[in-house]
């Protein structure tokens, strides 16, 4: 069982942003007390930290993605304001999918958005 100063030494790294995308004294820390946690020696094993949100967009897009039917064509229309790496994701799944066609909107006009939603009404 951890003791009150490893906890408060894992909610700092928390707090310090440690689910990054590279490599810190603090995601080193986690590892390490995750490993502990599990009775896991941290030499013999390591606990993968991902960036949760981008994990989640991936996995709905994934999901949606594989109930459509590859012969209809699909539009996903995309808002500008989404995290960044949302619009790259689509995109990916696009270039494997030739039937699926992302379309990006500027959220603060209306008449755009309208327009393409009328365009494409029948594939979004």
Same mark, same amino acid.
């Given at each position: 069982?951890?003791?009150?100063?490893?906890?408060q030494?894992?909610?700092?790294?928390?707090?310090?942003g !440690?689910?990054?995308r590279?490599?810190s +004294?603090?995601?080193?820390?986690?590892?390490?007390?995750?490993? +502990?946690?599990?009775?896991?020696?941290? +030499?013999e094993? @390591? !606990?993968?930290?991902?960036? @949760?949100?981008?994990?989640?967009?991936? @996995?709905?897009?994934?999901?949606? !993605?594989?109930?459509?039917?590859?012969?209809?064509?699909?539009?996903?229309?995309?808002?500008?304001?989404?995290?960044?790496?949302?619009?790259?994701?689509?995109?990916?799944?696009?270039?494997?999918?030739?039937?699926?066609?992302?379309?990006?909107?500027?959220?603060?006009?209306?008449?755009?958005?309208?327009?393409?939603?009328?365009?494409?009404?029948?594939?979004?």
């Amino acid at each position: 069982m951890e003791n009150n100063k490893e906890k408060q030494g894992l909610h700092r790294a928390i707090q310090k942003g !440690v689910y990054t995308r590279t490599k810190s +004294k603090d995601r080193k820390k986690i590892n390490d007390y995750l490993c +502990k946690s599990y009775s896991t020696k941290t +030499k013999e094993m @390591s !606990v993968g930290l991902f960036c @949760s949100g981008n994990n989640a967009i991936y @996995s709905l897009i994934q999901t949606i !993605v594989d109930q459509l039917d590859p012969k209809d064509p699909s539009v996903f229309v995309i808002g500008d304001e989404l995290y960044c790496d949302t619009l790259r994701t689509f995109e990916h799944f696009a270039e494997q999918k030739p039937f699926i066609t992302i379309v990006q909107v500027n959220v603060t006009k209306t008449n755009e958005i309208l327009k393409v939603f009328e365009e494409h009404k029948s594939k979004i």
